[in-house]
């Protein structure tokens, strides 16, 4: 296809020197172009379609990079992209050495902010504000956040900051949920444009110096004032917090969103637009299903995602959904909690079975973690559901609220190790390192999805926390099918899967399957260890005792993994062995294919054999 005004941007300043009229009409060959862009990429689509109005307005006003636009989570950003110069290099979105899903101030003065997690936008945002201030430099920072990333803590704190603070800073808070607000329509507008505009906000200023000498009267036009605009508008809590509140307003009306941002560009202090969206904005099957069309493998642009699914491979998520149903049948005192990940984490079928025992509590980790304590003190069963990546943010949460009281709490911990497309911000790296040194915790790797449903089971029946950490995806070739039972496994306990010879690789999760295929080679025993912690210490004793060299491998960091664990066994026992850790290294794994990625780190089958010969060479 072609876009003959798309094509003539290359830059902001392009698409500033479009006549006003013209906008229209681009975000329309900016719409179809990421539709069908993304449907041969695969990447994050009904966000995105979403904010394509609101993208091109805040170029179009602002100047960028100058001014800054700090994106929150940054799943909404491909036009933001598009329109800085990357609209070749969409082709090879979420690709390795490609363009990255997320905005990174590596790839591009545009991206003003490196993010992937949410309801951090405002934070950095108030942080830019307040350097351009102190510096004495003249630039508007404007912070764009979801209706979902401000249900985290984090946001509101900067939000409580920004008002105290004497600096220039635009929010812009992007509603696609209807249910939170009005209707949108002309009174709305016009208000919008209204109080947004300097004679309002001039007269406004004037009025409170006036009635500052007669402080009753000043309280009292105060009062009145937020009593008119809050029959139109529902912006007292943040005009509670210091911002001048503004809107709600059609985020897809150009006529309506420019003016008012042109308006408030010019306004001093902390300043709050709210804007309504629709996910999937301008495709009616995204339109239709955003939740669908929220992260999208690659599909035809034309017909849609299919919608049978039949013949799928049996994902480590599914396992844990179907066993999460199960068991909920058993036991009335199961309660299932997800920080907003129903989908991802496969909870679905349980959210409707189970409605008064499924809680999302909203893009809020740590109020998770302290939720399913509270549960636990009451002798109820929580499990969180929660990806590796994202159980970093309650990570206070885990330790003083959890482990501390070792309170029953079970962990499932999905997108362990690499997840591929996603990128750094969401490589599950560091769980196995930042859980093993909590006292109180079981941690536990299943190496295919039998045994995941196994240690789900052991991880419910243990009377402390546990976590089950297990990759997106499944097994592979390696998949073994659960069977629909609740077996348990002897905690601290592994097994030797394969008996060879001088070579004992002892593997913990997935990684068996490669470990397996490389002691053909190689002739080397291979150890299913299962437990990160408690360690089988006995067969760690025994494998040293009766091989010339360990291996120890897992998909986490190897700074503080599984292996250093091995290592500081061999040392509590006394016993000197050569010890090869392989694993992740010491830097931010960037976004590519799974197996590619594997590969490269010489974490697959051929890699295992060539780092452990290059090993074995030095120590003989």
Known sequence: MTYPLLETINAPADLRQLPREQLASLTEELRTFLVDSVAKTGGHLSSNLG?????????????????????????????????????????????????????????????????????????????????????????????????????AGQAFEA?????????????????????????????????????SGRTFNAARKAGEKVLSMAPPLLELAKRAEEHVKGMFVPGTLFE???????????????????????????????????????????YKLAEANPI???????????????????????????????????????????????????????MTRFAEQFPMRYHDVGIAEQHALTFAAGLACEGMKPVVAIYST??????????????????DVTFTIDRGGLVGADGATHQGAFDLSYLACIPNMVIMAPADEAECRRML??????????????????????AVPPAPTFECIDIGKGEVCRQGQRIAILAFGTLLG???????????????????????LALIRELAQTHDMLVTIEENAVIGGAGSEVARALEGMGLSKPLLRLGLPDQFIEHGEQGQLLAELGLNAAGIVERIKTFESTIT
Request: hydrophobic share 40%.
């Open 292 to 346: 669908l069309y929220h992260g999208v493998s690659k599909f035809d642009a034309t017909n849609g995602i299919e919608s049978g699914k039949g013949g799928g491979k049996l994902t480590f998520t599914q396992v844990f959904g179907d066993w999460l149903c199960d068991m909920a049948a058993t036991d009335a005192k199961l309660v299932a909690i997800t920080p907003a990940m129903c989908e991802g984490s496969g």
């Open 159 to 195: 939000l409580n900051n920004a008002g105290v603070i004497d600096a220039n800073l635009l929010v812009v808070l992007n509603d696609n949920d209807m249910s939170i607000s009005p209707p949108v329509g002309a009174l709305n507008k016009y208000l919008a444009r209204l109080l």
């Open 51 to 151: 904010t394509i109005e609101l993208t091109v307005a805040l170029h179009y006003v602002f100047n960028t990079p100058e001014d800054r636009l700090v994106w929150d989570v940054g799943h909404q950003t491909y036009a933001h992209k598009v329109l800085t110069g990357r609209r070749a290099g969409m082709a090879k979105l979420r690709m390795k050495d490609g363009v990255s899903g997320f905005p990174r101030r590596e790839e591009s003065p545009f991206d003003t902010f490196g993010v992937g997690h949410s309801s951090t936008s405002i934070s950095a945002a108030l942080g830019m504000a307040v350097a351009a201030r102190d510096k004495g430099e003249d630039r508007r920072v404007v912070a764009i956040i979801g209706d979902g990333a401000m249900s």
């Open 457 to 478: 089971t052991t991880a419910y029946h243990h009377p402390g926390p546990a976590a089950v950490r297990y990759p997106r995806g499944g097994s592979g070739s390696h």
């Open 514 to 536: 490669a470990a397996l295929e490389a002691s053909q080679t190689l002739d080397a025993t291979v150890a299913n260890m299962r437990f990160v912690k408690p360690l089988d």
């Open 240 to 282: 509670e917090l210091g911002f001048n509140y503004i809107g709600p307003i059609d985020g897809h009306d150009l006529d309506s969103l420019i003016p008012t941002l042109e308006n408030l560009r010019e306004l001093k202090g902390p300043q709050f637009l709210h804007i309504i969206t629709r996910k999937g904005q301008g």
């Open 390 to 407: 994202f159980l970093q943010r309650a990570y206070d949460q885990l330790i003083h609220d959890v482990a501390l009281q070792n309170l």
